[in-house]
């Protein structure tokens, strides 16, 4: 049985150390927040200049002057700081962000993402995305397995434009959780009743059981 979007962000929440810096991407990545207890003491960071973001407010009490990057309405925690954009994609680029989880329209076996532009449709601008996939020590994609389309997001090669080479080092799906390799895609854990030749059947590329 597939997971639910609330049991992807659960599922990676568990990939986050204690202490660390993360920055989460619009859509599916922002629900991530929900679920890491407070003792762990991370740090939400947002490339618009905010550290130390903390959840969205109540109704009535939101401030239009904190957002995050998606120009939601957001908190900001006690010891939290804002600053320039300039500073804060410096710390992007000097490798200060521990972890960064982002959507993608398609991953490559050999890491590379596509998360922006679809050829065609409406282009909304990079964004952040393309230093926080070549900056962050870490990525980690969340992603629904196929489109609506039913056409794999898990291909041997991306045809969208890129955001980053070689950049991606763990998938999570409504299906698995499969990690990118020095061979290629390797699943790692299946969703409940999710078979391996469900998987690879709506894989884009070969997957090592």
Known sequence: MPWTKEQMAERAAREIEPGSIVNLGIGLPTLVADYLPDELGVWFHSENGLLGMGPFPYEGEEDSQIIN????????VPGGSTFDSALSFGMIRGGHVDLAILGAMQVASNGDLANWAIPGGK?????????LASGARRILVMTQHVTKEGEPKLVASCTYPLTAKGCVNRIISELAVIDVTREGFRLVEAAPGVTIDELRAKTGAPLAG
């Open 69 to 76: 990057a998606g120009k939601q309405t957001v908190t900001v």
């Open 123 to 131: 282009v909304m601008g990079i964004g952040g995305a393309m230093d």
